[in-house]
Nanobody
């Protein structure tokens, strides 16, 4: 069983930055695609960013150029650097570990989810 623990959420002003971290337990981190989803109030959970085991990245159009996903396999940790935050980025951000690669992670094929961390961007 893999546990994912997110941290780094909080309240930030429009245009500000935050860095989310997700620490994973278990021995499958380095061979797994990892990703971030978010859920705004009253909306469905949506893909934000993903990174393959080899370092290939993928982003939702709404965050391209502003967010950067990265991973440190030595620390079993995946990061999401969020710059130029907007009020519409507000939501609960969930870390996840893919079941079978980055493309399918983007489609929601996920093996494990974290508990989520709240990000609030004020205008």
């Amino acid at each position: 069983q893999v546990q994912l623990v997110e941290s780094g959420g909080g309240l930030v002003q429009d245009g500000g930055s935050l860095r989310l971290s997700c620490a994973a337990s278990g021995s499958t981190f380095s061979i797994s695609a990892m990703g971030w989803y978010r859920q705004a109030p009253g909306k469905q959970r949506e893909f934000v960013a993903g990174i393959s085991s080899g370092g290939t990245t993928d982003y939702a159009d709404s965050v391209k150029g502003r967010f950067t996903i990265s991973r440190d396999n030595a620390k079993n940790t995946v990061y999401l650097q969020m710059n130029l935050l907007k009020p519409e980025d507000t939501g609960v951000y969930y870390c996840n570990q893919g079941r079978s690669g980055l493309q399918r992670l983007r489609l929601g094929v996920v093996a494990y989810w974290g508990q989520g961390t709240q990000v609030t961007v004020s205008s």
